[in-house]
C-alpha cells in the first residue's frame, strides 16, 4: 500500500512536474521541530539547506544562491524538478542527518493531512543495504524484493561506500540505472565526486548524472 502511494505522489510528464509539493511554511515548521539539538544550523550551511528546502517546496527560487552547480542559464524551474539531488561533500558535515530530517517531514505532513509530497520517501544506507541484500538472498525463503527499489521516490545514503555485492555486483549502480529507466526520484548523499560516480558506476549512471540529478556540493568542517 505505502509503495503504490509512493508512486502516485510523484510522477514526470513529458512537459511538466505533477507533484504535491509541501508549502514553505509547513516545511520550515516541521523542520524546525524535527531537527535535533545536534543538528548544527549555521552561516556555513545556512544557504545549502535553504536551496534544498525550497527544492522540496517547488519554490521558484530554488537556485537563488547559486548552490546546484549543473543548472544551466536558460533552464527553467521545471526542469530543476524533473530531476533528484546529489548532494556530495566529506563525512560529518550532515547530509545524511538532513534527509533524515526531510524524511521524518514527509511522513509527519501525511499524517497531519494525509497528503502525499515529495518529502515522503523510502531511504536507504547504501552499506548495510547491501550487506543485507547478500543476507536475504542466500536464505531458503525470503520475502526480499529488490523491484520495489526501482518505484517511487528513493534517498540512498552514503553511496559509494557499500562493498560489491558477492565482490563482483555493483547493487546501488543496478538499482540507479532501473530507477532511471523507470523516471524515479532519486536523492543521494555521498563521499564520491560527480566524475568518481561514473569511474565506480560505469558511463551508464556517470554520464546521465547530470540529466537526473541536481548536484550540490556541500563543504564544510566535520561536526562530528
Known amino acids: 500500500m505505502e509503495l503504490d502511494q509512493i508512486k502516485k505522489a510523484a510522477y514526470v510528464s513529458k512537459n511538466k512536474v505533477v507533484e504535491n509539493f509541501i ?132 534517498y540512498i545514503g552514503d553511496l559509494g561506500q557499500e562493498d560489491l555485492a558477492f565482490n563482483k555486483k555493483e547493487l546501488l549502480g543496478d538499482i540507479l540505472y532501473e530507477r532511471n529507466r523507470r523516471k524515479g526520484f532519486s536523492f543521494c548523499s555521498s563521499n564520491l565526486y560527480p566524475d568518481e560516480v561514473g569511474i565506480r558506476y560505469g558511463n551508464a549512471i556517470g554520464d546521465r548524472l547530470t540529466q537526473d540529478f541536481n548536484i550540490i556540493q556541500w563543504n564544510g568542517a566535520s561536526f562530528r
Open 23 to 154: 508549502s514553505a511554511n509547513d516545511y520550515f515548521r516541521l523542520f524546525k521541530k524535527n531537527a535535533s539539538e545536534d543538528f548544527i544550523y549555521n552561516d556555513d550551511n545556512e544557504k545549502l539547506i535553504k536551496t534544498i528546502g525550497r527544492y522540496f517546496c517547488g519554490l521558484s527560487n530554488i537556485n537563488e544562491f547559486g548552490k546546484i552547480l549543473n543548472v544551466k542559464d536558460e533552464e527553467d524551474n521545471d526542469s530543476i524538478l524533473k530531476k533528484g539531488l546529489f548532494v556530495f561533500g566529506e563525512n560529518g558535515v550532515g547530509k545524511s542527518k538532513l534527509f533524515e530530517i526531510i524524511n521524518k517531514i514527509g511522513k509527519e505532513y501525511h499524517q497531519e493531512k494525509r497528503i502525499l509530497t515529495r518529502c515522503y520517501f523510502q531511504k536507504i544506507n547504501a552499506k548495510h543495504f547491501v550487506n543485507h541484500f547478500m543476507k536475504e538472498v542466500t536464505k531458503w525463503q525470503s520475502d526480499f524484493d529488490l523491484e520495489r527499489y526501482y518505484k517511487g521516490n528513493l
